[in-house]
Structure formats: C-alpha cells, structure tokens
C-alpha cells in the first residue's frame, strides 16, 4: 500500500496484435499494480524481444509466461496465485514452458514461490528487471533460478518496449528509504538509487526521436531523486535534486509535457513548487498522497508531515498554477483509525477538492509494523468506510470537472479511444482524460482531419464527468 497509484492487472499488447511465433518462441507478460510495475514489465519486454522473442497472441499459446506482481493488497497476491496456478498446469502437459515470476510477490516469497509452485523456473524481484536475459540464460542451461538479493540496478535503457507512442515513463529512483509502518515498497525494491542526470536525458532524447511527446520522471518516493548521489553547491545544497533534473531534461527538443510521480509530502519543496510554476513543459498535475486527514494517524503510519504542512503546500502550489489539479493516495481503516480521525480524511478531501483520489482499505501486509498491531478494525467497518470515502472523493472529481465546461483546453492526443472507434482520446495538461469525435487522419487537407498520436490539439469541451471529459475539436 505504497504512493503507488490506481492499481489494475494489465497485459502487454503490441499494437496491430501482429505476434506470432519467432525463433526463440513467444512470450506474454501480465502486470499487477503500480507505474514502477508497468515501465519494469515495458522494459523486461523490450529486452524479450532484443533476445527474439515475439509476443503472443494469448496467453494460452505463450511460450513464455512472465507474472509481474504486486503485493501491496491482498487480492492482488491471491491473483497472481491463482494465474499462476493454470499455467503451472499447462506446464505439466507443455515441459518446454517458461515460467517466470517478477516483481514485488517474487522478491517477497523468493524460493518459498519454488516450493509452492515448483513448475515456475525463474522468481526475479524488481530490481532484477533489468537482468532478465542473464537469468533468462541460466534458465535455459536447466537451472531454476531465484534471484532476489539486493542489486545495484543496471543501467539498461535502450530496449523497453512501451505500451504507449506518446508518452513514456522515464524510472529515475528506484527504491525507498522511507519506513511507512503499512508499506512493502522498502523491503521488496529496496534501498534508493538514484539514475544519473546525464543517462536520463540520454533516454529522454532517445524518446523525443521516437516521437514522444510526454514523459513521466518516475519515483517510489520521487523527492528523494539524487540524496544518494554525490555533490553539494557552492551554496552548500545538494547538487543532485528533482528540481535540477526538471531544468536538466526541460530543453530536450521535442518532448512538450513533463510529470513526475509520486510526490511525498515530506520531502516536497517551495523551490519545486517554482520550477514547476516557471517551466513551462512541466504540467499541472500534482499527485501528492496524504494517506490521512489526521495527524495521529500520520504519526501512526510513520510518514513524518502533518496536514497543516501538507495544506500548505496545496496552497504554495494553488498560488502559482491556481487551474493545478491535485491527486492523492488515501487509506482509511487503518489500524487504530477512530471515527473521528476517519471524519477529518473526510473532512480534507472537502476541503482540498482533490481532482482525483486513490483510496484504499487498509490491508495489512506480512513484514510491515501495522500488520502486527492488535487494533486492526473490522472489514465491515474498512468496506463502509470505503464506500463512503469513494462517493465523496466522485463527488470532488465532478466538481472540480465542471471547470472545464466551455473552456478550450489543449489535449496531447493519445490514440483512438479503445472502447469507442469513434471516438480520440487525450489528455489534459492537468491529466484530464478527454475525448473527442474522431475523423480519421487524412492528407487531402480538406475534410479538417487533423490529428495523429502525438499532435497537441485544442478541444472544446461540451461534457463533463467526474474523472473524464468530452468535447470538440475546436
Ligand atoms: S514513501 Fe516509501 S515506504 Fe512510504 S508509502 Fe511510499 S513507497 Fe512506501
């Protein structure tokens, strides 16, 4: 239950879905929770196919099965067991199989993952990722390889095969050296390392000559970027801060928009606030998790703020880019939590008018402080709370959408709306997904056909919803 985000199981699709069969076989990857998850399984796909795999068009005709999990929640870890539990299956009739789980559950459970489903032949964590072809080597000589020691992450950026053509993730801190007392996030990738500025931009001009348009700096606790890295200033401040990487990938040609996630409170600065306020590639968007509307509970969860710092940073940032829209993670239920602490999260989100809140239930979680205190609350309390804290935090939403109503708002386009062929969707700068009718992309010039993924159009917007907006091209 890190800062880490909406969390969904995802598959990697090319797209065009042309895969079939290569000389090294096929593979299929399905991803469980956060960002850092989903740009590690961009990149162990990229380095499959650097190695000739192709990717398959199902994961029943796979030859390769790669599980990239997540154990921040319960039912994502059942999940993973029961995928897990079919393929070991196919694997009995199909020796030829490769089993591979990555991620968060592997570098938890490591070799108890090997006596539970002794079919599986490589359980890598996270920060392995970057090594899948070395131990996807040792695999193939018929060993059953378990590789979850602390590693220094190698740089390893040039194959990632990404899930979008516009806009890319772009990890600059792994790890974490906080110790939230209900978060995995430390003990499962480990302590923070920070990328080199310089390797960075390499990446991002590489993508920018790809044809992306946006990039996400991302981070478990992306405030801390660069502590680990040596250097002070003349002024006596470190030399290496995520404000100096803002300004050091700001000028790369061709990239329009820059984000970072996920931001910790604790860590987040006036001078960042001003950069972000003054370079103008840099969006909007704020996603700042609180955790708690109270301090005890903060004090609880050991993540060293109070809500007065942390509205003072909303205004900061409201006084500078008064349109920002600001995101948030929020568990509520957790241990100890009374009604009236429950009340004043309630009472903040009201208050701040979040664009967008992720809630969760507190889940306790093996290996965490919290998960082994005696005043754990009572699932019908976690669900009424939750149900409870969703409507508010959609009520917000919608509020904080009627903004747009009217206004002409600048959207990157993304593609073609996957639910609706008719429709194109984009983003926001503030990172509002919109939609707009699609005329298809045409060269004469004369039927007003006017986008392509990548294209940054202005929309008109005529429908609100809560987490979404609909509009013309104006
Ligand atoms: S700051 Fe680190 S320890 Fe705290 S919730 Fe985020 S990832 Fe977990």
Redesign the pocket.
Known sequence: ????GAMTATTITPPGQTAARSARGSYWITTFGCQMNKADSERMAGILESMGYQQARAEQEADLVLYNTCTIRDNAEQKVYSYLGRQAQRKRSNPHLTLVVAGCVAQQEGESLLRRVPELDLVMGPQHANRLDTLLAQVEQGQQVVATDGHHILEDITTARRDSQVCAWVNVIYG?N???T??V??SVRGREQSRLPEAIRLEIEGLAEQGYREITLLG??IDAYGRDLPGITPEGRRAHTLTDLLHHVHGVRGIERIRFA?S?PRYFTERLIDACAGLDKVCEHFHI?FQSGDDEVLKAMA?GYTIDRYRRIIDRIRQRMPDAAISADVIVAFPGETDTQYRRTLDLIEEIGFDQVNTAAYSPRPGTPAADWSNQLDEAVKVARLQELNALVERTAKERSARYLGRVEQILVEGINSKDPNQVMGRTRTNRLTFFAAARPSTDGVTGATWQPGDLVDVRIDQVRAFSLSGTLA
């Open positions: 239950m890190g800062d880490t974490c906080e110790r939230c209900y978060c996030v430390p478990q606790n996920t910790h998790p993540r």
